[in-house]
């Protein structure tokens, strides 16, 4: 029964969040990857804590609440940051079931660990202290650290800038976590009630800020891109502002730009209208040249230069989400 209350409970809050995945952004390859990264963070995180205790001598209860906090937020961190920079991750609902499956893995070797290491008299309550109260801890804190890196990172091109506010945010609820400022009953049950409601808001809000983005943003592309394809984009403002642009750049530049143009609304339009198919669990579309057009994308951008991807940003900006969602179609 003490093992099954050391990790179950993680396990159906993380199977609950990956059911509030409306647009089934998450991908299950990926979610099992997290799960084993946080196990071997665990796994790290023990003999980095252990060495590190032993080298300065530090009382267990400060080493806990302010050393091992940031070396055990830091671990688990990494792989966001990884998948963040390959792409992986695009709104705050997919990153926040990575950020908590980590934590789920770290939470469960732990528990583990400590079952088989604790004295006798530990109780059943003692492990569903730890299997609700610390182990959902940790899958919280890489969650919000997650939610709040994809949210920086969407509004910002520094990488470093964007992931520190999190990891900072992560580390010091992890701290105070350890501190104990409430009765560690009293304090589980504060985690279990607040934690899923502040999850369903959170995710809510995202899912409709998600749908606003698609109808949006696919209903003027789908009109941008009929106009091109019909010789009309020379008479809107996008096509006057293209026009303008010859003064500054060759004529075979202003003709890879139309064509980046046109080849990005194209896929940028199938990667949404994917999205949408997913979401009301209809099986996507893949056309046989798709991998050929996201080459001939990429090497259409290198023709331009990067003076000539800032020439096109107030058309196009190729910031972290518009890459991500390119990404998708691979």
Not at 17 to 38: I, Q
Not at 71 to 87: G, N, P, Q, V
Not at 119 to 146: D, K, Q
Not at 239 to 248: A, D, M, N, V
Request: contains cysteine.
């Amino acid at each position: 029964m003490n093992i099954l209350f050391s990790f179950v409970p993680v396990i159906l809050l993380l199977t609950f969040l990956f059911l509030l995945d409306s647009f089934n952004l998450v991908r299950v390859k990926t979610l099992v990857l997290c799960l084993f990264w946080g196990v071997a963070c665990a796994t790290c995180g023990f003999f980095l804590n252990k060495s590190i205790q032993n080298l300065i001598e530090l009382d267990f209860s400060f080493y806990s609440r302010y050393v091992a906090p940031v070396i055990e937020e830091c671990l688990k961190a990494t792989f966001i940051f990884y998948l963040i920079s390959k792409k992986k991750i695009g709104f705050i609902i997919d990153g926040a079931i990575y950020g908590f499956a980590i934590g789920a893995g770290f939470s469960v070797l732990e528990n583990i660990y400590y079952l088989f290491q604790s004295p006798p008299e530990y109780n059943l309550l003692t492990w569903i202290i730890r299997g609700v109260g610390t182990a959902v801890m940790h899958g919280g804190c890489t969650s919000f650290f997650a939610i709040l890196f994809v949210g920086a990172i969407s509004r910002s091109e520094n990488r470093i800038l964007a992931f520190l506010p999190g990891l900072l945010l992560a580390i010091l609820f992890h701290s105070g976590f350890n501190h104990f400022p409430f009765n560690p009953v009293l304090q589980t049950l504060l985690i279990l009630l607040l934690l899923p409601f502040a999850f369903v808001l959170v995710f809510s809000l995202s899912n409709a800020k998600l749908q606003k983005w698609l109808e949006i943003e696919f209903n003027s592309e789908v009109e941008i891109l009929n106009m091109i394809r019909k010789g009309d984009f020379g008479s809107t403002k996008a096509g006057k502002y293209l026009k303008s642009l010859k003064e500054q750049f060759t004529s075979e530049t202003i003709f890879d730009m139309y064509c980046y143009i046109d080849l990005y609304l194209e896929l940028s339009i199938k990667a949404k209208r994917n999205l949408m198919l997913k979401e009301n669990e209809f099986p996507i579309i893949v056309e046989d040249d798709l991998q050929l057009k996201l080459t001939e994308l990429t090497q259409l951008r290198k023709q331009i230069g990067k003076i000539g991807e800032l020439a096109l940003a107030p058309l196009i900006r190729m910031n972290y989400r518009n890459l991500w969602k390119l990404n998708q179609l691979n």
